[in-house]
């Protein structure tokens, strides 16, 4: 961990990896985010899900028995919100979520079990986009799950391999049921990304917190802000931490220290915004079909689904 996080912020532009924001109080205050009104993106997928549940069942592909992966699963509470709408006669024959994190995957094994006692939950503690050959089954047919715009918390053209690598480790008739978050208004945008409240903000600035934490780091957390902005060409938001001074942080646990400049930013998060056009070619040239897509009724998310041609 500590090595990864000394090279980011020895690069230029300085930046953190998204996922080191989500240790225990991380994790904590993100559920506070999406419980935040203006953090659109989790009631909408939860509205299409729960909406068209069983119109998703039906229009899966599937003739016989299958597997359903879910990379990024998390507490899964989106997916059991699908499951509650699972047909008695399904061919789903087993759930595999996918997570780094073993809390989130236990918890979830927990209570799906306890909703659909005769459905196994084998879930798999671990790096998706590092092990993804060994996590999708190549001997039945498969569902993969990728929902809540994961997919947009990464660079352009990791977007495309992620989608290629998807394509190419199902088989020919495997589903993919993707979320993506749409371009809306880009204020709304701004205040899913930036309240008033300052939750996002200790959301970034608990990454600080935890490296002191973790890696004996002496950052002083009134010397940083947070800054966030969303770019309507491109789709994406950016989040940034400021560095309000000239300062040298020291890392105690490797012995090395870092400087920062006066306003110099620290990247730590990209939110991909898509519209419709640019699923569709990112979809066909990693060889899926589109096959359908729901959206809430504000017209702000959407989940795909797609057939390996
Ligand atoms: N990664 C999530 C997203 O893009 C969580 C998130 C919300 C986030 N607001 C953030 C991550 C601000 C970093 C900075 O929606």
């Known amino acids: 961990m500590v090595n990864e ?25 993100f559920e506070k985010i999406t419980q935040m009104p203006s953090y ?24 016989s028995k299958f597997s359903l992966v879910e ?13 509650k709408q699972l047909p008695h006669h399904t061919y789903l024959d087993e759930y595999i979520p996918v997570d780094i994190s073993e809390e989130a995957n ?45 997919i947009g918390n990464f660079q352009k053209d990791q977007i495309r391999k992620i989608i290629m690598d998807f394509g190419q480790n199902l088989k020919k008739g495997d589903a993919l049921l993707m979320g993506f978050d749409l371009k809306k208004n880009p204020l709304t945008i701004r205040q899913a990304y930036d309240d008033p409240d300052g ?7 608990n990454l600080l917190t935890r490296f002191n934490r973790e890696l004996e780091a002496d950052f002083d957390l009134d010397n940083f802000d947070f800054y966030s902005y969303y770019h309507p060409c491109s789709g994406e938001v950016r989040s940034y931490l400021v560095s309000l ?5 020291f890392f105690k646990s ?24 640019e699923m ?22 959407t989940d795909v689904l797609a057939v390996v041609k």
């Open 5 to 29: 996080i000394l090279k980011g912020l020895s690069q230029q532009p300085k930046s953190i990896s998204s996922k080191f924001l989500y240790d225990e109080q991380g994790s904590r205050i």
């Open 40 to 63: 659109y993106l989790y009631d909408s997928e939860y509205e299409i899900l729960k909406e068209y549940g069983s119109r998703i069942w039906s229009a899966l592909p599937f003739e």
């Open 71 to 83: 990379f990024g699963a998390g507490d899964g509470s989106k997916t059991i919100q699908l499951l």
């Open 106 to 150: 236990k918890t979830l094994a927990v209570q799906v079990e306890k909703m659909i006692p005769h459905m196994p939950v084998e879930p798999i503690q671990g790096n998706y986009l590092e092990n993804m050959k060994q996590l999708i089954p190549q001997d039945r047919p498969i569902l993969l799950m990728y929902l809540g715009s994961n």
């Open 199 to 205: 939750i996002t903000r200790s959301f970034n600035l």
């Open 245 to 249: 001074t000239d300062q040298e942080v």
């Open 254 to 277: 490797s012995n090395q220290s870092v400087r920062f400049y006066k306003d110099e930013l620290v990247h730590t998060e990209i939110s991909k915004k898509f519209d419709f056009e």
């Open 280 to 301: 569709e070619v990112l979809l066909n040239q990693s060889g899926f079909m589109v096959m359908d897509k729901w959206t809430d009724s504000n017209g702000y998310f």
